[in-house]
């Protein structure tokens, strides 16, 4: 996947229970969506892959590396009349690398039946709900082999 202009980057880094990493924005000027929680991104670099840049924009904001990033959608959104594409992905968090929060607020990881005391932008819980469905394929898919597989000597 390649770069396109006015292009932003995010992750949504989930832990088993389902409970997904947000990150309170600044409440500062220049600053779109001020005090809103979201998931952490930001935009890419010329010549950047969406990939490249949703790693560096997540570990630049958290201080954890994305080990194994899946690709989700790509969406137009506007916020104060700035107009750019949104490329989501999604990826599970291996419980041992520290988060610390580098940008922002604070960093949490919320539970999905918290997330509208949370999320004030709809899109985000339902992306939330997409990636849920995808993690739990996956897990259903990663038993299936491990089934097939018979047990381990």
């Not at 929680?37 to 560096?56: F, I, S």
Request: aromatic fraction near 12%; hydrophobic fraction near 35%.
């Amino acid at each position: 996947m390649q770069e396109s202009q006015n292009c932003v980057s995010a992750v949504y880094l989930l832990q088993q229970d389902g409970s997904v990493l947000l990150q309170l924005r600044d409440d500062k000027p220049g600053v779109r969506r001020p005090g809103h929680w979201v998931v952490p991104g930001g935009h890419c670099n010329p010549g950047e892959t969406l990939e490249a840049c949703a790693n560096r924009e997540f570990e630049e904001e958290t201080g954890y590396r994305c080990l194994f990033l899946r690709f989700l959608l790509s969406l137009d959104d506007e916020v104060d009349d700035y107009r750019y594409r949104l490329h989501v992905f999604w990826t599970i968090y291996d419980g041992q690398q520290p988060i610390t929060c580098l940008e922002g607020q604070a960093l949490r990881f919320v539970k999905r039946e918290e997330a509208g005391e949370y999320l004030k932008v709809n899109y985000l819980i339902h992306y939330w709900d997409l990636v849920l469905e995808k993690m739990n394929q996956e897990l259903v898919k990663t038993r299936s082999l491990d089934y097939q597989r018979g047990p381990k000597p």
